[in-house]
Antibody
Framework: EVQLLESAGGLVQPGGSLRLSCATSGFTFSDSWMTWVRQAPGMGLEWVANIQGDGSAKTYAGSVEGRFTISRDNAKNSLYLQMNSLRVEDTAVYYC?????????WGQGTLVTVSS | DIVMTQSPDSLAVSLGERATINCKSSQSIFRSSYNKYSLAWYQQKPGQSPKLLIYWASTRASGVPDRFSGGGSGTDFTLTISSLQAEDVAVYSCHQYYSPPYTFGQGTKLEIK
């Protein structure tokens, strides 16, 4: 069974940093593209970033490019999102998802709140 | 960026009736190497993570009931629920995976009339 489990988010001040993790199991992680998607309170889904199985290719949404970094550790079957220079508008539930073209498995999500 | 626009924003349908949600892409999302449209539909029930329903515009994901179907061509796509059940109350979102950033529609909230 495919499982994705995000680490706890939290409350961060504007301008601060936070690193999210996503622990995975039940599939060959190193063969899979992985994606971060976020959802602001009461809003729709927003694609954030993805990364190729070997980590060689990464793509970002314009709203986070230069501030967020997606990475992975295939030895640990884990996906990461380093979030720097956080803004109030980054407040959202963050989901990790496996990308088989479409996003076929999702984690339960973790809430990141950016507020002073 | 490719803009995905869904209509309507919300929809109320009686139990057992058909529900149709539309999604329009701002440009073609046809992946010629696969001869398929790079479009997915997700269902998100309150308090839950999204769940993949349909990919390549018309292929049902594993375990999805056959009352859910996807269709369309060009830049216009539809998700149809042939006979609405109570458990189908959710927000439905389309998603293009043709060109990054892989954008979503704004979501359509489906309720029981």
């Amino acid at each position: 069974e495919v499982q994705l489990l995000e680490s706890a988010g939290g409350l961060v001040q504007p301008g601060g940093s936070l690193r999210l993790s996503c622990a995975t199991s039940g599939f060959t992680f190193s063969d899979s593209w992985m994606t971060w998607v976020r959802q602001a309170p009461g809003m729709g889904l927003e694609w954030v970033a993805n990364i190729q199985g070997d980590g060689s290719a990464k793509t970002y949404a314009g709203s986070v490019e230069g501030r967020f970094t997606i990475s992975r550790d295939n030895a640990k079957n884990s996906l990461y999102l380093q979030m720097n220079s956080l803004r109030v508008e980054d407040t959202a539930v963050y989901y990790c998802a496996r990308s088989a073209w479409a996003l076929d498995s999702w984690g339960q999500g973790t809430l990141v709140t950016v507020s002073s | 960026d490719i803009v995905m626009t869904q209509s309507p924003d919300s929809l109320a349908v009686s139990l057992g009736e058909r529900a149709t949600i539309n999604c329009k892409s701002s440009q073609s999302i046809f992946r010629s190497s696969y001869n398929k449209y790079s479009l997915a539909w997700y269902q998100q029930k309150p308090g839950q993570s999204p769940k993949l329903l349909i990919y390549w515009a018309s292929t049902r994901a594993s375990g999805v009931p056959d009352r859910f179907s996807g269709g369309g061509s060009g830049t216009d796509f539809t998700l149809t629920i042939s006979s609405l059940q109570a458990e189908d109350v959710a927000v439905y979102s389309c998603h293009q995976y043709y060109s990054p950033p892989y954008t979503f529609g704004q979501g359509t909230k489906l309720e029981i009339k």
